[in-house]
C-alpha cells in the first residue's frame, strides 16, 4: 500500500520552507511535493523546483513570472495573489504547509482548509487573525490542523492521551530574545542590526524582530488560545534563554509534562508532517550534559510592551487581535526600513488598536477590510 502523503509547501523560499523541504528530501519515500509557492526568490524557487518536480508552483511577484516559466518548461506557472489562492485551494494534496510571513498566510489557510486539505500551519497569523473562522470550518470540513512551532507542537505532544479536565494551564517558553538583559532606556537606540541577532534561533527578518519585541510570544499566546482552546487565565509564559524546553503543561495534580529538543525547526516540521510517528532521523541530538544548565525567569510586561498589547487583545477579542497583527508586521517592516525607531513598534500598534472601529464577530470580509485599514493607518502614521 502506497503511503506517501503529497504536499503543498507555501512559502518554500523562507526559513520554515526550506527546513521543511530538508525533512521531504531525508524521507523521498514518505513525502512527495505536488506544490511549491515563493514571492519574490524565483532563483531559489527554480532550484526547488527543477529538485522536487512538483506539479504546479507559484510566483508571488510578476515580475518573475516569465522567468520561472521559461525556467521550468513541463510545470504549470502560476502568479500572483490569485495564483497563490488557487494554489491553495487544490485539493490534490493530503496536507497544505503554511510557511508564508505574515498576514499574507491567513486566507491561503482558509483556502486549504475550505477544500477539504489538512494544514502544517507555521503562519501563526492565520489563527490570531481569524481564529474562530478557522475553528469553524476545521470542524465543518473535518480536517485536522498541525502546529509547526515549537511552542505549539511542544504543548501538543505534551497533550497526547490526556484529558482536558485534567490540564491547569498551558506554559509557552521564550528565550527572550537579544534584549532580555537589556536595560529599558536603552530600548531608543535599538539598531535593526542589533535586533536581527537572535541568540539561538536562526529565522526570518520579520519573525526575528517579533522575537526582539518579544510580539512573537504574544502572537503564540493567541494561537494556542485558538489551538488548544483553553481560557486565557491558563495560559502562561516563563522566559528560557537556552531555548531546550519548547513548552510545557501542567495539570491539576501539580505534574509538568515539558517536551524538549535543541532549537531546530526541521524537528516540529517533521512530526506535523509525519504524525502521528516519530519518524527517525539524524539531526542533531540533544545532550543534556552538554547543554548543562536550564533556567527560567518572569517574563518583563513593562519593558516588552508589545506582549501587554497581545494579552489585552486577546482578552479584549473580537477585531482586536487582527488590528494587532496588521499593524505589528506594518510597524516591524517601517523600523526594518529604518523608518521609526524600536520603541515606536508598540506605540503605533497602540494607537491602531486605540483608532480602529471594533467588531465583536469579524467575518472574512470584514478581516480583509480591516487588514487593508491597518496597514494604511500604519504607513501614514508619523514616526514616534
Known sequence: MNNTKYLSVLGSTGSIGVNALNVVRSFPDDFRVRYLS????????????????????VIGDENHFKMVKDALPGIEVLKGRAGLLEMAARDDVDTMLNGIVGSAGMEPTIRSIQA?????????????????????????????????????SAIWQCLVGEASEDIKRLVITGSGGPFRTTAPNAFKDITVAQALKHPNWSMGRKITIDSATMMNKGLEVIEAYWLFQLPVEKIDIVIHPQSIIHSMVEFVDGSVK???????????????????????????????????????????????????????????????????????????????????????????????????????????????ALEKWTQAFIRRSKRS
Open 258 to 368: 515539558a517536551q524538549m529538543g535543541l532549537p531546530d525547526m526541521k524537528i516540529p516540521i517533521q512530526y506535523a508532517l509525519s504524525y502521528p510517528r516519530h519518524f527517525p532521523q539524524a539531526w542533531e541530538q540533544l545532550d543534556l550534559a552538554k547543554i548543562g544548565t536550564l533556567t527560567f525567569e518572569e517574563p518583563d510586561f513593562q519593558k516588552f510592551k508589545c506582549l501587554q498589547l497581545a494579552f489585552d487583545a486577546l482578552q479584549g477579542g473580537g477585531s482586536l487581535p487582527v488590528v494587532l497583527n496588521v499593524a505589528n508586521e506594518e510597524a516591524v517592516y517601517r523600523f526594518l526600513d529604518g523608518d521609526i525607531p524600536f520603541t515606536a513598534i508598540p506605540e503605533l500598534i497602540t494607537k491602531a488598536m486605540n483608532a480602529h472601529d471594533f467588531l465583536e464577530h469579524p467575518a472574512l470580509d470584514d478581516i480583509l
Open 38 to 57: 515563493a514571492h519574490t526568490q524565483f532563483e531559489l524557487l527554480i532550484e526547488q523546483a527543477r529538485e522536487f518536480t512538483p506539479a504546479a508552483v
Open 116 to 152: 477539504g486539505v489538512n494544514v502544517a500551519l507555521s503562519n501563526k497569523e492565520s489563527l490570531v487573525m481569524a481564529g474562530d473562522l478557522i475553528n469553524q470550518l476545521l470542524v465543518e470540513k473535518g480536517v485536522d490542523l498541525f502546529p509547526v512551532d515549537s511552542e505549539h
